[in-house]
């Protein structure tokens, strides 16, 4: 799963998550990205911000822009985008269950085609994933109909 950093012809930002760089190519080409703020299909690439570490002396770090002198309403956004996600996640993940630790092992082992899997796992065999370098991460248990 990629995530890109996305903005709109408005400057309005948001994220996109993607099996890979070519089905977000599809999808931008196909119209099916739209800006969840003023669907704008008119979708651009930004550059993500990523901090690793404490700053040093030497860099500086920019400070951060005003918050809007009006008050704004996140939960709406944030729901909205907890939805989009979980949408995303439900049609686009095979649901492995509780076979979900050995699945992904053999997918990162290439015993198994490469897909997006969800499922559960235990808290060790979660830092047991991570420890053998296999990418994972974290979610509430999705169902369809969670989000209503």
């Known amino acids: 799963m990629i995530i890109f950093d996305l903005a709109c012809q408005h400057d309005h930002p948001f994220e996109g998550w993607f099996q890979s760089h070519e089905d977000f190519d599809h999808q931008l080409a196909c119209g099916l990205i739209a800006c969840p703020q003023c669907t704008s299909l008119e979708i651009r690439r930004v550059p993500s911000a990523v901090h690793l570490g404490l700053p040093t002396a030497a ?20 729901l909205a985008a907890l939805r989009q996600l979980t949408e995303m996640l439900l049609a686009n993940c095979e649901d492995v269950g509780s076979d979900f630790a050995e699945e992904a092992r053999r997918i990162h082992y290439v015993e198994a085609p490469e897909r997006s899997i969800r499922g559960e796992a235990s808290s060790e065999e979660y830092e047991a994933l991570l420890e053998e370098g296999i990418e994972v991460f974290r979610l509430a248990r999705l169902k369809p109909g969670d989000l209503h």
């Open 59 to 78: 860099a500086a770090v920019p400070a951060r822009p005003a918050l809007p002198a009006a008050p704004v309403d996140l939960r709406s956004g944030a």
